[in-house]
């Protein structure tokens, strides 16, 4: 059973840093798209970043470029969000998803379409305080 599990968030003040990580087991995805979306109270899901097989590929919605940064260790199946100069408008539930279909995922442009992703973690929440 293939299973995503985050971790790292919690309360920070503006300004500050939080590291999220999302933990894979059930399958290796070392070669597929893996990605972070959040969704903040009354509020739809957003993509946040995403990253390919190949750590020079990234991707990030315009209000985090910057100030995030997303990676990858394969070896440990894991995929990390480093998240700096944290802005109250940050605060939301923050969910890793990972692709499993690599020709279902390239068949449309880009990397921020939600059906992409076939598995997603439950999430964790980050609290940013003014």
């Known amino acids: 059973q293939v299973q995503l599990v985050e971790s790292g968030g919690g309360l920070v003040q503006a300004g500050g840093s939080l590291r999220l990580s999302c933990a894979a087991s059930?399958?290796?995805?070392?070669?597929?798209?893996m990605g972070w979306f959040r969704q903040a109270p009354g509020k739809e899901r957003e993509f946040v970043a995403a990253?390919?097989?190949?750590?020079?590929?990234?991707d990030y919605t315009d209000s985090v470029k910057g100030r995030f940064i997303i990676s990858r260790d394969s070896a440990k199946n894991t995929v990390y969000l480093e998240m700096n100069s944290l802005k109250p408008e940050d605060t939301a539930v923050y969910y890793c998803?990972?692709?499993?279909?690599?020709?279902?995922?390239?068949?449309?442009?880009?990397?921020?379409?939600?059906?992409?992703?076939?598995?997603w973690g439950q999430g964790t929440q980050v609290t940013v305080s003014s």
């Open positions: 998803a990972a692709a499993s279909d690599l020709l279902r995922f390239l068949r449309t442009t880009g990397w921020r379409s939600e059906p992409k992703y076939d598995y």
């Open positions: 990253i390919a097989w190949s750590t020079n590929n990234t």
């Open positions: 059930g399958r290796t995805f070392s070669s597929y798209p």
